[in-house]
């Protein structure tokens, strides 16, 4: 034996010894009042390779032993001051110019207002307003609160306290009641309560020398209260079991780094940072894979792996705990640094990926992410993608000050151009990550976590970018807030992605069990192989939805969609973009800035192309017209089969190419077989698609083709030949 522990009625548990490396059982025994054996869950087994990082469990009673007494402690521990002042001129200059600004930009703030939305008795009219004060309330909170707080602890200077004095004491005076509109449990919403959660004890450490003796008991007084506050919310959900709650992934991490201020000061660290670290030490989290995918896709992606690195550090920091250690934080980069397009105007997928990926807004927040992980892993390539960030001028935010402006840098050569994490069913193929103003990028969903939270009904799915520029998009809007009819019946569709339809109907919305999953996965250096499965995620109208992808790079995508049906039923294959495309038979073409996406389509049933640019819901369907707003509609293509089978195969050729490429899409057929050659500057690649089952394909192939059991080949542009 091993290891024996009785953890009582815990759902989670990490043993506080390290076991050596090899090969181990484990079960899990129950035992009545006797202690006698009266079940067991079955032995599961595990392997423990040589090297791999330790992390035991320590008592959080001795880690909050560690804390130094005083403030401050969180992030900039008091100790570190004197060095990070001595390089605000130099190494952090960049950095720390960001942060001044915006704290000069906040000293004549106001105080915020108590809010008044929840008296709003129209339901809708209620859910806007608060959509609207949450928004209003972070710039107080989140921005400025923080700006002149992070100001104040670096220069000691009053004029900043005096201004963050004036936002942080107005709301220390606020309830903190669990039904109050203001908390983490309000009926109404919970996205203030989260921002107090989330910086209220920041400004209590930062501005803590600034505070007289009155001060400092009325905002201590808030923190432990909105403390307790948090820790009821996540027992109320029995967060360590049901660990879904998209929200309840924010305040997990928030009972840790409120440990760390309010140690020595309060009995509340004891009883947080157990249930905290609890977590965090073992599922945490919930909507992640060990490869470092994030299932909800990039934009939430972003928010919650920025949500956790204040305990994290500051854990490492005052106890020498370090959670960096676990596999999925040591590779949650890499997501980023595959899912996204570095110059992408879009972020597929899920909530909020019609905007603002890695090309726009100055990086839109990641490269203020992808610094600090460059920085902590010391990671020269993921440091040369920050570099690469257009008009980024270095983070202003609380985590910019902890290490200097530049990372490690070198470009990302004699790596992969593509990479899949299968634990959440996200691929990202690029040509050439190295040229990020040249690179064809393709992102892929097919994901075990269907449809639920933020994720939407997109198995299978697939968005393409040129430079950045998008041409094949997941279209719609998250608005104007989650769950208002647009967001809910289009965005979420299975019919506004890039998915496949069968009788004009998608995949379950809002189910767990509507999901997909990668089936098979292959990079080399010319060409990048994907299988993906998402037939559970029709929840029968579908009993096989295989779609296959051969890229040839640097430009041409073959898709073969391998479907079947319990009955007779049509086909629709989706194409969506931002601007009118050219459609003909069998032909749809997305242009945008120079850009072009040649998607040419074919069905042993024969299919119909149709195109609108009108949505089923439209974005201001059901709105009051003082909160309508004017967005574009995005086009949209239907490749429809003109007749009924209970199976068949449609193939798709994708050529995409740039506004300075010589490049030529040439379609090819052999008896039941659709092919396509790209030639251009890089020579010429070849792909195959078979459309009819058993069909033997074209010569030069190997036997697997000519025997007709394979579904896919193709030569890339150095020669070398595939077959699938």
């Known amino acids: 034996m091993a290891y024996e522990k009785a953890i009582g009625s815990d759902p989670v548990h990490l043993p506080d010894v390290v076991l050596e490396s090899g090969n181990y059982a484990w079960d899990v025994i129950a035992l009545d009042e006797n202690g006698n054996d009266v079940a067991r869950r079955g032995e599961w087994k595990f392997s423990i390779a040589e090297d791999v990082p330790q992390l035991p469990w320590v008592d959080p009673e001795e880690l909050l032993s560690r804390i130094p007494e005083g403030h401050s402690r969180l992030l900039y521990p008091r100790a570190s001051l004197a060095e990070i002042r001595s390089t605000l001129a130099t190494t952090r200059k960049r950095s720390w110019q960001a942060n001044l600004r915006a704290a000069d930009g906040a000293l004549d703030t106001d105080v915020p207002q108590y809010p008044t939305y929840h008296l709003t008795e129209d339901r809708q009219e209620c859910r806007l307003e608060y959509v609207k004060y949450f928004q209003y309330i972070r710039g107080y909170i989140d921005g400025k609160l923080m700006h002149l707080a992070l100001a104040f602890l670096i220069t000691e200077e009053a004029k900043y306290a005096d201004a963050a004095k004036r936002i942080l004491l107005e709301i220390a005076r606020w309830p903190t009641d669990d039904d109050d509109v203001t908390s983490v449990s309000a009926k109404w919403g919970d996205e203030p309560g989260l921002s107090y959660a989330k910086c209220a004890h920041f400004a209590y450490d930062w501005l803590y020398h600034a505070l007289d003796d009155r001060e400092k008991e009325l905002v201590f007084k808030m923190c432990e209260e909105r403390a307790w506050q948090v820790y009821r919310r996540l027992v109320r959900s029995n967060y360590l079991t049901n660990p879904g709650g998209s929200h309840e992934g924010r305040l997990i ?43 909800e896709g990039p934009p939430y992606g972003l928010w919650y792996n920025e949500f956790y690195i204040p305990a994290f550090e500051g854990l490492k920091q005052t106890t020498g705990f370090d959670l960096w250690q676990r596999p999925f934080f040591n590779n949650v980069r890499y997501f980023f640094f595959y899912c996204t397009a570095l110059r992408g105007e879009i972020r597929p997928f899920g909530d909020s990926a019609e905007n603002g990926g890695p090309g726009a807004r100055g990086g839109s927040g990641y490269a203020s992410l992808m610094w600090h992980h460059a920085h902590r892993f010391a990671d020269p390539h993921v440091g040369w993608w920050v570099d690469q960030i257009r008009d980024w001028s270095g983070g202003g935010g609380k985590i910019s000050l902890l290490f200097e402006d530049d990372p490690p840098s070198s470009p990302p050569v004699g790596i992969p151009n593509s990479r899949a994490f299968r634990g959440v069913g996200w691929a990202g193929l690029h040509s050439d990550l190295a040229d990020p103003d040249g690179d064809t990028c393709m992102i892929f969903k097919s994901s075990p976590y269907g449809s639920v939270s933020h994720s939407h009904a997109d198995q299978n799915a697939f968005a393409i970018m040129k430079g950045g520029q998008a041409l094949a998009i ?6 104007p807030s989650y769950g208002q009819a647009h967001h809910a019946e289009w965005t979420r569709s299975t019919k506004g992605n890039n998915c496949v339809l069968v ?16 089936v098979d996965f292959e990079n080399r250096q010319g060409l990048t192989y ?19 992808i051969l890229f040839l790079r640097p430009g041409l995508f073959l898709m073969l969609d391998d479907l079947a049906a319990p009955q007779e039923a049509t086909y629709q294959w989706m194409l969506h973009a931002f601007e009118e495309m050219g459609v003909e038979e069998g032909r749809a073409v997305s242009r945008r800035n120079g850009a072009t996406l040649d998607a040419r389509v074919v069905c042993p049933l024969g299919l119909t192309l149709s195109q609108t640019d009108q949505f089923d819901t439209p974005y201001n369907e059901g709105i009051p017209e003082q909160f309508q707003k004017d967005r574009p509609n995005h086009w949209h293509v239907t490749a429809g089969t003109d007749g009924k089978a209970t199976a068949t195969r449609i193939g798709a050729a994708l050529g995409v190419y740039g506004p300075e490429e010589a490049f030529e899409l040439k379609v090819l057929e052999w008896d039941g077989w659709f092919g396509a050659e790209a030639s251009g500057a890089f020579g010429s690649v070849v792909g195959w698609m078979q459309l009819v089952e058993g069909m033997a394909g074209p010569d030069g192939f190997g036997e697997s083709v000519d025997a007709g059991s394979a579904k896919m080949c193709g030569r890339a542009s150095d020669g070398e030949l595939f077959t699938r």
Not at 279 to 288: G, I, N, Q, S
Not at 474 to 479: L, W
Not at 533 to 541: L, N, Q, S, V
Request: negative net charge; charged residues 20%; proline residues 5%.
């Open 253 to 295: 991490a928030y009972l840790s780094d409120i440990s760390i201020v309010l140690a020595g000061e309060s009995e509340g660290p004891k009883t947080w940072l157990d249930y905290s670290l609890k977590a965090l030490t073992t599922f945490y989290p919930h909507w992640a894979g060990y490869e470092g995918g994030w299932a």
């Open 474 to 479: 997941p279209s719609g809007y998250y608005g």
């Open 503 to 518: 009788d004009g109907q998608g995949q379950e919305i809002r189910s767990a069990r509507a999901n997909g999953r990668i």
């Open 530 to 548: 994907l299988l993906a499965d998402a037939a559970p995620a029709y929840m029968g109208k579908l009993t096989r939805c295989d779609r296959h």
